[in-house]
């Protein structure tokens, strides 16, 4: 990281005696701020500690000549330093007398935002939370430089205090080629972003500390007019905007909804629960907890939907260390039965990937097949995952390449999905840890995976497809057998006789207690009356979402079920193969 602060410009205004102590002192370089209040020892304070300047009180002569040498104070109290980053806020008294200063070191740190380099570069909107002195207004700086200078997007930095580039008319050059907005008056901040958007056709706004109604609405208008949002928000975390009124808005907002008896009675809650009203505003969250870990919510609408249903989100933690090499953990709630327990995955930053095996030379060719004894389904996920992901322990990268799919391609398998809910493809792809990688871009993508009904009416797709040489692999609905059945096609795995555990956890994967209960039932009458004995099974009466799930409990495991009887005591039989 490069680092930039011209603290020299900060410490020319603070009284002689202060700044030849600080000049001098051997933490200089990690200052923070300077704490001037009248009557009291003047305070420097450094990232986990504070001490005393001196031991003299401070005067108002002294906060006088401060204030004579900085810019003018605006309607938030804060002033700055003419082509420099520092802030300076004011603490007045009841008759609008300063008599207090907070001195903020501003510093342009470039390299800042690599943990999250691949969420800005995805083009959603993306909202920094976190506490005071975390670092979110110099992210947002360094944010800009890469969208504008790196990315050559057309940036324009809503800039109420001046605190992203820096007092003055002409900007800090921490920011690149993005453009400055001034705001006259912190009130008028949702009308600037407004006329940001009308008059100078940016393709990303960015804006710091979004605190009112108004400006959550401005936001909202801005995202929706198809502009990249990048944002920070008071709160340290999603919850404290969820529990906040006046900001909710920013993810999603929330709503007091009625269920009736049947779905209240399937959820197990009461009949009346909040729900999310609309989609966010910023489909990205990051929360920064230290300067070297944010967590990131890939999905604010899954997490604060997780979250308003009691559940655990899922997000990612992602780490710096001193080298500069990142590291990305993932905290997934897997059930499992009636239990649950939480697993760690480690994942890494991969580079754009260029075309590979039959891709490269744009014509498939068939691979000879490999003797391989009869294992279990298990055994086989387990076979893949060795060859593709544990390569690295065994194997020279410079003298040998990846194990190929089926096709010749490297594994991670990256597929291209069309019709398919992308929601159930991660579940399968996570609880069964197959190597697949879902991918928004037909040109990455080895394959494609799409419904038949889709593909049959979409000339355009099967064009495509066929100009890029990409496989099109159809299942007839968007269930978890299908889905299940069709990424093993596409990586030449047997469907095991029997499922196994993993698989029967898709089935119970955030699953209520009366869903987790039905699909118990289900599975028991087939594994241990249908299969053995070759004799149909009825179940209990079941509401008809929890009877969709028991079909395809059924179908998973190749049999036949159909439903009869009339609601509420409608239920499902199930027939021997």
């Not at 049947?262 to 990205?284: M, N």
Request: with cysteine.
């Amino acid at each position: 990281m490069t680092i930039t602060d011209d603290l020299q410009k900060l410490l020319d205004i603070l009284p002689q005696d202060l700044r030849q102590v600080l000049e001098s002192h051997p933490k200089r370089d990690s200052l923070v701020e300077v704490v001037l209040d009248l009557g009291r020892r003047p305070e420097a304070r450094f990232p986990n500690q504070a001490e005393y300047l001196s031991e003299v009180p401070v005067t108002q002569e002294q906060i006088d000549d401060c204030v004579q040498r900085v810019g003018i104070f605006g309607g938030d109290n804060r002033a700055g330093i003419e082509q420099t980053l520092h802030r300076i806020s004011a603490i007045r008294n009841r008759t609008g007398k300063i008599i207090g200063l907070t001195c903020r070191v501003g510093r342009a740190v470039f390299g800042t935002i690599g943990m999250i380099r691949d969420l800005v570069e995805t083009g959603k909107s993306i909202l920094m939370l976190g506490r005071p002195g975390v670092g979110k207004t110099t992210a947002l700086r360094e944010i800009a430089r890469v969208l504008a200078d790196d990315l050559h997007k057309r940036v324009v930095i809503i800039d109420t205090s001046n605190e992203i580039a820096g007092d003055g008319d002409v900007a800090h050059p921490a920011i690149g080629r993005a453009r400055r907005m001034q705001v006259a008056h912190p009130d008028q901040q949702h009308q600037v972003m407004i006329e940001a958007v009308e008059n100078h056709m940016p393709e990303v706004i960015i804006i710091d500390e979004i605190g009112t109604e108004l400006e959550a609405l401005a936001a909202r208008t801005i995202a929706e007019r198809g502009v990249q949002l990048v944002g920070t928000a008071h709160g340290n975390q999603i919850e404290n905007l969820i529990k906040n009124p006046t900001l909710a808005d920013l993810v999603g907002g929330i709503q007091a909804v009625t269920l009736g008896d049947d779905e209240a009675r399937r959820r197990g809650s009461q009949k009346t629960v909040l729900e999310r009203k609309a989609p966010p505003t910023f489909e990205i969250a990051v929360e920064m907890l230290e300067r070297q870990r944010w967590t990131v919510h890939e999905s604010v609408a899954d997490t604060v939907d997780n979250l308003l249903r009691g559940r655990q989100a899922s997000p990612q933690t992602r780490t710096v260390d001193e080298q500069g090499k990142i590291a990305v953990t993932r905290q997934l709630a897997v059930v499992n039965g009636r239990g649950g327990h939480l697993a760690t995955a480690d994942e890494s930053f991969a580079p754009a990937r260029p075309s590979n095996g039959w891709r490269s030379s744009g014509q498939m060719v068939a691979l000879p097949q490999l003797p391989v004894e009869r294992v279990t389904g298990r055994s086989e996920f387990d076979r893949l995952l060795d060859e593709s992901f544990n390569y690295s322990e065994s194997i020279d990268l410079g003298a040998a390449t990846r194990q190929p799919g089926p096709n010749g391609e490297d594994l991670p398998l990256h597929v291209y999905p069309y019709g398919v809910s992308r929601h159930q493809l991660e579940q399968v792809i996570s609880v069964l840890t197959l190597p697949v990688v879902l991918t928004k871009d037909i040109d990455s993508a080895d394959a494609i995976l799409a419904l038949r009904s889709h593909v049959k009416n979409h000339a355009k797709l099967r064009q495509m497809a066929k100009a890029r040489h990409v496989p099109i692999h159809v299942i007839k609905s968007s269930t978890i057998p299908q889905i299940t059945r069709g990424l093993r096609r596409l990586l030449n795995i047997d469907d095991p006789e029997l499922a196994d555990d993993k698989e029967l956890e898709l089935f119970l994967h955030n699953g209520s207690d009366d869903e987790m209960d039905a699909l118990e039932e289900a599975r028991l009458a087939v594994e241990q009356i249908v299969i053995p004995k070759g004799q149909p099974v009825e179940l209990l009466p079941r509401s008809s979402q929890v009877r969709k799930m028991q079909h395809e409990l059924v179908e998973h495991y190749r049999l036949k079920s159909h439903s009869f009887g009339e609601e509420p005591n409608r239920r499902l039989r199930i027939y021997p193969a």
